[in-house]
């Protein structure tokens, strides 16, 4: 066996730690890559870099801008390309005004991936008809798989993909004990794709309350980190800016706050309507 050469073998990189990111290699097999304006790749590849493990990364457009040295209209056309091509979502946090932006799957199926690499649909079809038998078990003549061939066609042209057609083939192997022919996938993948779609609404049920959870928690992280920027700011004002702020708190409240009887809770109104305040005050500096 040939081995590979590489240039420099004492400086081979490693993946250590959370210092990772990653990019589907199929962005490049399957067009997408030779789409993308410069703009939309150095916006997507730095979307990659700086998000979580769901996708998920907290950069604010303006920073974004800054570190990619792109203006404002080109920001806004290559990020609008990206959701248009299906590739990210980004929307603004209600509360913050913070926008959050997620890297998405790549919109398109593995199998999808493997025909792009082949060529035409007809190649996917006659991969799945192929390993359909050879997982059977059964040796066919060539007319019976062409036959499965014309019927795979069929199907793509009834709206079914080649990932359709290659579950309905898993399904038909697993639940069958024997099988005959290509025929059976036709007559259950109906069953099969709906039985995927059940299981694949019941996950997606789960992942939105984990990231329902996870927004929770990182909300009340960012509450927290908010309240002690403002507390430190307030400390360092002088008696006389603490006056002041401690005014314009209760004028706020104005009515809320002769509603309540008991002094430790007028207390801590007021200052939750200080660091409130605070935190406007912050938002129009930036």
């Keep these: ?46 979307l990659c870099l700086v998000a979580d493990r769901y996708g998920v990364s907290y950069y604010g457009s303006k920073k974004i801008r ?38 998405l799957p790549l919109p398109i199926d593995k199998l999808e991936i493997e025909t792009r690499r082949m060529g035409t649909a007809s190649d996917g079809v006659r991969t799945i008809v192929d390993e359909f038998y050879k997982r059977a078990g059964i040796r066919v003549s060539s007319q019976k798989k062409q036959k499965g061939y014309e019927q795979g066609m069929k199907l793509l042209k009834d709206g079914f993909s080649l990932e359709d057609i290659r579950l309905a083939a898993d399904w038909a192997l ?47 992280e960012l509450e927290r980190e908010e309240d002690e920027i403002a507390d430190a700011l307030i400390a360092e ?5 603490r006056q002041a702020l401690r005014q314009r708190a209760m004028e706020e409240l104005g009515e809320t706050l002769e509603g309540v009887r008991f002094d430790s809770a007028r207390r801590i109104l007021i200052e939750m309507q200080e660091r409130e305040i605070v935190r406007r005050e912050r938002l129009k500096k930036e």
Excluded: C
């Design 66 to 103: 800054k570190l990619l040295k792109m203006g404002y209209r080109r920001f806004q056309a290559a990020r609008d390309a990206l959701v248009k091509k299906g590739l990210i979502v980004f929307e603004k946090d209600p509360r913050t005004n913070q926008v959050i932006y997620q890297v």
């Design 174 to 220: 697993s639940n069958f004990p024997e099988v005959h022919s290509f025929g059976i996938v036709v007559e259950t993948i109906g069953q099969a794709v709906a039985e995927k779609r059940a299981r694949t609404l019941e996950t997606a049920s789960r992942l939105r309350e984990r990231e329902r959870i996870l927004q929770e928690q990182r909300r009340i």
């Design 237 to 241: 004002m002088s008696e006389e800016e």
């Design 1 to 46: 066996m040939t081995r590979k050469r590489i240039p420099d073998p004492d400086r081979i990189r490693t993946i250590e730690g959370t210092n990772f990111a990653w990019v589907d290699r199929a962005l490049l097999h399957t067009g997408f890559l030779s789409e993308m304006r410069q703009e939309e790749f150095a916006l997507y590849m730095f």
